[in-house]
């Protein structure tokens, strides 16, 4: 497939440009211009980059990119990322926010879906847009029973576990990566567990005052979902091969 229509159709099908991000989403470094196999990972990072030219691969998709906004020079480990790119005629995609939004192959709609929500619904707001998904398991259960459903799911540990809501939860609130502050926002939703990536120092005496439970998966761990379940609809659109490069930051 030439890149140049596959980076049209990530943009439009990703709605790259529809919401305010600090990421410059898109194509961030262009590398050979047929593409056959996609790599996936969170990170852009030069072990990132020499695992994806070991795997073959002539572009990689990243949900945190190079380049976010401000200008940056090409010089140390920037530079060193940048020439590896090259040197693999790698191309370089990246996705920040609207592969935490989207309704399809989002972070959040694909923990959602992992989980076996039933009735998801948009849930939270950031700047004008559903922040992420709420919906409810098919039966209640524990905070520890629903922590364990989380490591399952995504073959990562769950960091940190705030028991200051109900013993038992149903109703489940999700924004990925570091959503600790939309707390409040969990709170008014009346979820029963707060599902969100990162541990936040400064959401702890809300969340407690608040008396919502909260479980962080970890920034890596719940932004991995996204990665696959596009890896997925990509290899099954196209018939192009695609592989995931777990490279985890335990955080």
């Known amino acids: 497939m030439k890149r140049d229509e596959l ?3 990530l943009d439009e099908y990703l709605q790259a440009r529809a919401i305010e991000d600090s990421s410059n989403n ?11 196999r996609l790599a996936f990972a969170v990170d852009a990072s030069l072990a990132t ?24 020079m090409v010089t140390g480990i920037h530079l060193r990322r940048i020439q590896t790119l090259l040197d693999a005629d790698l191309s370089l995609y990246a996705s920040h926010l609207p592969l935490d939004f989207h309704v399809e192959v989002g972070n959040n709609a694909t923990l959602a879906r992992w989980l076996k929500l039933e009735g998801v619904e948009p849930f939270g ?7 992420g998904f709420a919906g409810r398991l098919s039966q209640p259960c524990s905070l520890e029973q629903f922590a364990a459903q989380v490591e399952q799911s995504l073959g990562e540990p769950v960091l940190r576990i705030w028991p200051f809501g109900s ?10 990566g570091g959503a600790g502050p939309l707390v409040s926002q969990a709170a008014e939703a009346g979820v029963d567990v707060y599902l969100t990536g990162e541990v936040s120092h400064v959401a702890y005496h809300e969340a407690q005052e608040l008396g919502v439970n909260v479980v962080y998966g ?7 979902a996204g990665l696959k379940s596009l890896a997925e609809h990509l290899s099954d659109r196209f018939g192009l ?3 995931f490069l777990d ?5």
């Not at 898109?26 to 056959?36: D, R, S």
């Not at 070991?54 to 990243?62: P, R, T």
């Not at 490279?247 to 955080?251: D, F």
């Open 241 to 243: 091969e695609t592989t």
């Open 247 to 251: 490279l985890s930051t335990g955080a």
């Open 218 to 224: 970890g920034h890596y761990g719940t932004e991995t």
């Open 26 to 36: 898109g194509l961030q470094v262009g590398g050979a211009e047929q593409v056959t």
């Open 49 to 72: 980059f020499e695992t994806a030219r070991a795997a073959g691969a002539q572009m990689l998709v990243v949900h945190h990119g190079l380049f976010w906004s401000k200008p940056i």
């Open 7 to 9: 980076v049209s159709y």
């Open 125 to 131: 707001d950031y700047k004008g847009h559903p922040a």
């Open 167 to 176: 013993d038992t939860v149903q109703k489940v609130g999700i924004v990925s």
